[in-house]
């Protein structure tokens, strides 16, 4: 199967405006925020969200785009609260406890907002990876990928459901091979010095 060509730089993860974070809670954010990068640059992850399939075809649901387009935008990491496609995993996020009506909710991102919520009691709960998987799903909201509002078997196939769930289980994972692009990089790298 052909792959989509990758990006000349591994993505990077960018905490913009950072709210409600004491130094432990910052520091468990950076530590998922290092496993996010990680599980996208890999090749483990490409491999999976290539071979994602929903209802007996290619694909996932609540969303037109074939495998490659879904990973291509993620490539292309253009949320739509920024100018352009930069490579960057740019993420704000706001620490905080939600009123009793919501919190059942990890957290969530408004439509148009640039800001994900996360509800300090998950965060607490969870360890890095789960923290890696949260990120993800919200920032998939970011780029503008959806799932429905209801909790139906479906939903568990939608972009941000099936890759927040894919990020967090690599997130768990010993080691992760680096897309052969950027192992070449490493190499030459090691080379020169
Ligand atoms: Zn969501």
Redesign the pocket.
Same mark, same amino acid.
């Given at each position: 199967m052909p792959h989509p060509s990758t990006t000349a730089q591994p993505l990077r993860v960018r905490f913009g405006t950072l709210l409600g974070f004491d130094p432990a809670r910052r520091q468990k954010l950076e530590r998922a925020g290092s496993k996010l990068a990680d599980v996208l640059n890999s090749v483990e992850f490409r491999d999976a969200v290539l071979a994602m399939r929903f209802d007996g075809k290619p694909g996932f649901a609540d969303d037109r785009r074939n495998p490659s387009q879904v990973y291509a935008a993620v490539l292309a990491a253009k949320e739509r609260f920024t100018a352009r496609a930069d490579g960057e995993v740019d993420l704000n996020v706001e620490l905080r406890t939600l009123s009793p009506k919501h919190d059942d909710v990890v957290g969530?991102?408004r439509d148009g907002s640039d800001r994900v919520t996360t509800n300090v009691r998950f965060f607490d709960r969870f360890d890095s990876s789960e923290v890696a998987g949260h990120l993800a +799903?919200?920032w998939l +909201?970011t780029l503008g990928f959806h +799932?429905g509002t209801r909790a139906t078997p479906a939903r568990a196939h939608s972009v941000?459901?099936a890759l927040?769930e894919l990020v967090e289980r690599l997130a768990g994972r010993r080691h992760l091979t680096p897309l052969p692009r950027f192992r070449e990089r490493r190499l030459a790298k090691v080379r020169r010095e």
């Open positions: 969530f991102t +799903h919200e +909201h +799932h941000p459901y927040g």
